[in-house]
């Protein structure tokens, strides 16, 4: 098993990014803020398969919280992080600090319209800037072939997709299915939050957005439908729901039944974690 290099400076990782082209190795690229669980390393797994090598970057990136969000709460453990990633066989990790991501007097962001206004981006306005302008930042430093992000955060794929194709930045970005709990709960740093009973709450999510689907793909009208289901996750024990729509997937505007390319996007809390969801419909 080969042993995992970790880099924490720009030029460092530019070395070695040169050092892998030169032997002519395909580079994938996996994202991540730490806390990782196997739904990050299939993306590392995804990653191995298509690439020669694989880098995996660390980095909690604080322009993607706002200043009620608990940016020093967020859970970190490098070492394990590090450990799970070499398992798998990813060859690189960059773990750069703030100051290296964000030098002082950094004053440039990538704002991508339209697709980040919907959805988390309606009840959380500051979250896509602050991705898009990391993602942006890592595919310039590591100029992968391939990057791989997960299709638990649908619109954060969609929003990479768009800045991907908008910037010409020559890297193919791939979306790797949600892996879930043996209930249906998608796997998500987030779940860790959740006491013993929230947890057993947490499971009815998917499975509500599963019959809700299910509704849907019979032509129902998505109103009725959507706000029976809302009213379920209520007695479920879900506090608040921040969203539950039927969007078109590439636009990721509601529609009111659905029809090609059709999805269901939800967003609840259970207490103060905020979980999020997404099917496929039609
Ligand atoms: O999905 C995440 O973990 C983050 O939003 C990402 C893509 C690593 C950017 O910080």
């Known amino acids: 098993m080969s042993v995992l290099e970790i880099v924490r400076k ?153 800045l991907v194709r908008d910037l010409n930045i020559p890297t193919a970005i791939v979306g790797v299915p949600t892996i879930r709990e043996a209930d249906g709960l998608a796997m998500s740093s987030r779940n860790a939050y959740l006491s013993p009973a929230q947890r057993r709450i947490a499971g009815a999510l998917p499975q509500i957005l599963q019959e809700t689907v299910a509704e849907l793909r019979t032509g129902a009208p998505a109103a009725p439908v959507l706000a029976a289901a809302k009213s379920r996750l209520h007695k479920s024990g879900f506090d608040r729901i921040d969203y539950l729509e039927l969007c078109d997937e590439q636009s990721l505007q509601p529609i009111p039944v659905a029809r090609p390319p059709a999805r269901l996007f939800a967003a609840a809390f259970i207490g103060k974690t905020r979980l999020i969801d997404n099917w496929p419909v039609i």
Do not use: W
């Open 10 to 162: 720009v030029a460092d990782l530019r070395a070695r990014t040169a050092q892998f082209r030169a032997a002519h190795a395909t580079i994938g690229l996996v994202p991540t803020m730490g806390a990782l669980h196997d739904g990050h390393l299939t993306l590392a797994r995804s990653a191995k398969l298509d690439n020669v090598r694989v880098i995996a970057t660390l980095f909690v990136n604080p322009k993607q919280f706002s200043p009620t969000e608990d940016l020093a709460a967020y859970p970190r453990d490098e070492a394990a992080d590090a450990a799970a990633l070499e398992r798998v066989g990813v060859d690189l990790l960059f773990a750069p600090d703030v100051a290296e991501m964000y030098p002082e007097n950094f004053s440039t962001s990538v704002a991508v319209s339209g697709l980040t206004q919907t959805l988390c981006g309606a009840v959380r306005p500051h979250f896509f800037g602050g991705v898009a302008t990391v993602v942006t930042k890592l595919l310039l430093q590591a100029l992968p072939d391939r990057a791989y992000f997960g299709e638990k955060d649908f619109q954060q794929l969609q929003v990479i997709r768009r």
